[in-house]
């Protein structure tokens, strides 16, 4: 099926109408013929996969009182980061510093109180668009010169509106996750081995499930539980969660910045295991994950299957993702296909009395591109790789910037930790940066 359809079905022939349009995140086409469809039929839910599509949903389902889903009085709670951190501050969740910039004196007024570094970001952006680490007078005075005004229009992926935030210096996780009502159903939370932000100047980053007996997983529950309680959820949410990770006051030492690890070594000694933690908001969206994470769940999900299952090649999240959003049971049993899904069963079983579960964790590691010609690549091992002979002349976010994906399953029935994953992915990384060779061109 094409992918830039607006009426999606498990089968194309199955659905009642279905258009095709192009460009569908800055196509105010949409809405027409949403409406057009929405007056012919009638229509109880309305789906999206896509991030910039997600406001305008909320609209369309306000003006035809669809009441399953978020609308237009609490999606930019989970859209517009400034609505998303005042509305947590007010309900008690905690968040960093920010303000609404407003114009270049906002920027100086808020760094003379608060200090460097900061970061500055558009309300409505996605991934790390438009992202900018402030650390001193003269990234201030660039950024004020050179790209606040350009960068301040209504564009969707880099501008809107921007705020200013204090820099977090903490590790970060990421939950994603269905809630029912506002009460988690369904949850897989990870450590991220630096973040996204760090792949865009040139460093590797990945993502680390948490597995359930970590004293993490129990602690980010209640943390994410928390965030939900702070917001106007929808009767159905998928939601994708950043939280900055920061080691409670009692713990005897500080957790290492997930910004910037400098060699694998910093990053092994960074993954603390013992807490206690305490979480603060980075950001939240109500849509599934993307890049590398969703296929890690996928891996998670059909980790009980045998390798020539039919199900280990389908995208198994995804369609829990429709089927969950439209209310609609899950195809297949959980506790039959991951091995993930029995540890949570244990976990919860025993919480009280024992840690439970935990021998089960899934992993990746990204390896961006360096500029210059790939020339070589290591031989031997078999490893998802960029092409021999493409150029690369810096970070491109409508571009391929990837030269190689890690990947890590572990399974220990006496239990698995994320330090074990993080030393192991270092090691990879190691042995691929070694036999990798550039050419300046």
Known sequence: MPRNVLVINDYQKQAATVVELPHLKSNGQVEIEAIQILNRYNVDTIYTTVEELVRRCAGLRSLYGITSGLGRDSVECFRDKLEMKVQCEKAGFPVSKFRKVGTGADIVAFLKEFGYPAI??????????GVKVIKNDKDM???????????????????????IESFVNARMVHVNGFARNGVIELMWPFLYIATNLCFTTGSSYGNVLIPTSSPRYMAIKKATQHLLDSLPCPDRLIF???LFEEPDPEAPSPVDSAIGFENAEKRRDSVNEMGPFKYSLC???????????????????????????????????????????????????????????????????????GRGGGGFLVADLIVPLQRGKLEAVPKGEECPVAKIGQVFTGYNALKVNTCARILLTLQDEEGVTERQAAERLAEAEKWYKAGVKYSSC
């Not at 998670?300 to 609609?328: A, I, Y």
């Open 120 to 129: 500055i970001k558009p309300t409505n952006g996605i991934s790390s668009y």
């Open 141 to 163: 005075n660039d950024y004020i010169k050179d790209m606040y005004l350009v960068e301040n229009t209504c564009d969707e992926k880099s501008g809107g509106d921007v705020i």
């Open 240 to 242: 994708h969660l950043e």
């Open 283 to 353: 950001e939240i969206a109500a849509r599934k994950p993307g890049a590398t994470i969703t296929e890690l769940i996928n891996r998670c999900e059909t980790s009980l299957l045998p390798q020539d299952h039919p199900s280990k090649r389908m995208d198994v999240f995804s369609e829990m993702d429709f089927r969950l959003c439209l209310g609609l049971p899950l195809r297949h049993n959980r506790m039959e296909w991951s091995r993930y899904a029995r540890d949570q069963a244990e976990r919860s079983e025993l919480f009280g009395h």
